[in-house]
Each structure stands twice: as C-alpha cells, then as structure tokens.
C-alpha cells in the first residue's frame, strides 16, 4: 500500500534540499533516497546516516528499463509521494503515469519564468527585480506542472548567477519542507 506520508527523494548531485526535506520532517517522512548517479555527493552525506538508499547509473541503461526499477523501489518501501531534488534526469511518461499527481519537484525560479536550465542567469539577464524558486507537481512536460508554493527572492545589484543562487538555495530549504508537509496532506 502506497503511504503519501512515506516520501522517496531524487538526487543527482550534492543534495541539499534533500537534507532539508530529512532534517525537517513536519509530517513525512524519507523513507528511501534514491539516485541516477551512485556516487553523487549526497549520497555519502545519506550512507553516514544509515538511511535507506537506492542507486543505479542510468548512463547507457534503457530509460524504461531503469524507470521500472526504481518504481519497483518506490512500491517494497511503500512510498506514496516522490519529491525531486536536483535530480537530472527526465523521467518517462510510463514512470510519470504510474505516479500520477504524486511527483514533485523544486525549480530555482518563479514558474511560469524560466523553465529548464540557467534560470539564474536568465533572469539577471531580463533585468527582473525578483528571482526565487518553486515546487510544482511533475508533469509530462519539463516544469510545467501546477505550482504548489513559490518563494521570492529579491535580484540585488551586482548579482552574479552564482550569488543568486546562493540565495535562492537557502530559501528553497524552509520552502521545500513546508510545502511538502501540506502537499502529503493531499
Ligand atoms: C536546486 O537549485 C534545485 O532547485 C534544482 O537543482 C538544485 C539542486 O541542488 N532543481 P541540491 O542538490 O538540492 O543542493
């Protein structure tokens, strides 16, 4: 039986928002970290804590192939919501469709604005006075999915792509967590 309350979270890389979302566990709880790069930096961070963990290089493996794995992962641990967290990979609309209306994900910008990649520096580019990021469900299409709660951050002079992501990643740690302690409600 699927629990929305045991949540699974994606990684690729250094995991900061997955610690987040494990450090404040306000009415979830992570019950697998699971990931596309075995020896992505967040996964040494989750091993030292003896969380539970799944890990399989997608590099050369077929999408489904791979896609259906992890879903088996989810279902032995019960999982009921799966929340991306820097996790660089498109899942398929097979795996997306067996998880309707159950994945989320946060983006470094304020969606609609700046779907995909270099949000940062696209949005210090338009000369915008706000940056910020988002949680939305996951759909089909990249980033486009409703949007569940955003945070604002303002774009000061002088910023850097790099300074405002700072920034930004520190409000997507109190953001992530919260919203996803309403959205398990759902
Ligand atoms: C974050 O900026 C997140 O918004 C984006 O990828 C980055 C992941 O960072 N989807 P981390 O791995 O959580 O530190």
Known sequence: MRDPKRVA??????????????EQPRGYDVVLIASNKPHAAGLDWVRARG???????????DKQRWDQALSRALESH????IALAGFMRILSPWFISKWPGRIVNIHPSL???YRGLDTHQRAIDARDELGGCSVHIVTEELDAGEVLGSAEVPI??????????QRV?????SLYPRILSEFVQR
Do not use: C, F, Y
């Open 51 to 61: 969380l539970p963990t799944w890990a399989w290089d997608s590099k050369g493996v």
């Open 156 to 165: 000061e002079e002088g910023d850097s792509a790099e300074t405002l992501e």
């Open 78 to 81: 019960r999982v009921g919501t």
């Open 9 to 22: 979270v994606l990684i690729s890389g250094r995991g900061s928002n997955m610690q987040a979302l494990v």
């Open 111 to 113: 969606l609609p604005n």
């Open 169 to 173: 990643l520190a409000a997507e740690h």
